[in-house]
């Protein structure tokens, strides 16, 4: 039990250390701060610069509370849990594993470091990207982890900061759906991870921005604003209840498994769901609802 409260004080100190430097450094191309407020003003810029929807204001609805949601889930929640949990779970499965004599290093496929540079990139961002497309169709499939990603497409006004507006338990989903797969190609270090979760964070932007584009022919591998808004209609298409156009980064998984949905240009339809008028709008009764509907669910 001692290992387990050091590895957690460890976590919120290393952690802590971690963000004061990201801050007041800007002389490496990895800061993840500084990097997500580069690619936010860069993506804002192009929403002014070119907007789909020329009524919708630059300032759209909860485009404050969008970006609070934005640093909220990509630093502090890092540092109020996601850190210290990730890391006490790790090293209980690794602990589970010694248990019946095997290591996670056992279930190692491939080791990325030892293939050419851009190869195994290519091969990490693809193997992150497939799993986190099936974690989102999970999200939409299952009626409690529904609950949670509630919160996402409770945004009724698309624009760039509502790409990072999500419930904390998803990334906990995300990650832990992710371990496995992502330890079988182990090798990869933190400027790797960086590159791709950069890119990754580009691609999110542009999907939730007030742009009309699509990218020609690049449309079926890379998603895009015009098919990311058929992900948020509140009309369901007529042949899935679950919705459509899962795609994180790459559209190419919607194709190939025949999740895609483009009916005619998305422009001005309706975003949300069925009974969002009854969403709460603020950050921590949002941050509730889920365990509220359950309360409810048990009254019931």
Do not use: C
Request: glycine share 4%; no cysteine; net charge negative.
């Amino acid at each position: 039990m001692e290992k387990y409260i050091d590895i957690i004080q460890n976590s919120y100190s290393g952690y802590w250390r971690y963000l004061k430097h990201e801050l007041i450094s800007i002389n490496h191309w990895d800061n993840y701060f500084y990097g997500l407020i580069i690619i936010s003003l860069v993506v804002w810029g192009l929403e002014i610069a070119f907007p789909w929807r020329k009524n919708q204001s630059v300032f759209r609805k909860d485009f404050w509370l969008d970006t609070f949601y934005m640093f909220f889930n990509f630093f502090l929640l890092n540092l109020i849990v996601l850190i210290a949990l990730s890391n006490t779970v790790s090293e209980l499965f690794n602990d589970a594993l010694s248990v019946v004599g095997l290591s996670l290093s056992s279930f190692q496929f491939i080791s990325i470091s030892e293939l050419p540079k851009a190869l195994g990139l290519f091969i990490f961002f693809i193997v992150s990207d497939f799993v986190q497309w099936n974690t989102h169709r999970l999200l939409h499939r299952i009626p409690i982890l529904w609950d949670f990603h509630k919160v996402h497409h409770s945004v009724k006004e698309m624009g760039f900061a509502a790409h990072l507006r999500y419930h904390w338990m998803e990334p906990v989903l995300y990650k832990s759906l992710l371990y496995i797969p992502i330890a079988i190609i182990g090798g990869f270090d933190a400027q790797d991870v960086a590159f791709v979760h950069f890119f990754s964070i580009a691609i999110g932007h542009l999907n939730h921005a007030n742009l009309g584009w699509n990218y020609g022919p690049l449309k079926y591998i890379l998603n895009n604003p015009e098919m990311h808004i058929w992900h948020h209609a509140k009309e369901l298409p007529p042949h899935s209840i679950y919705g459509s156009n899962y795609g994180i980064t790459l559209s190419l998984w919607d194709y190939l498994f025949k999740t895609d949905y483009i009916p005619h240009n998305g422009r001005d339809i309706e975003l949300g769901f069925h009974d969002d008028d009854k969403f709460p709008k603020d950050f921590i009764s949002q941050e509730l609802y889920p365990w509220s509907q359950k309360s409810e669910k048990k009254k019931s």
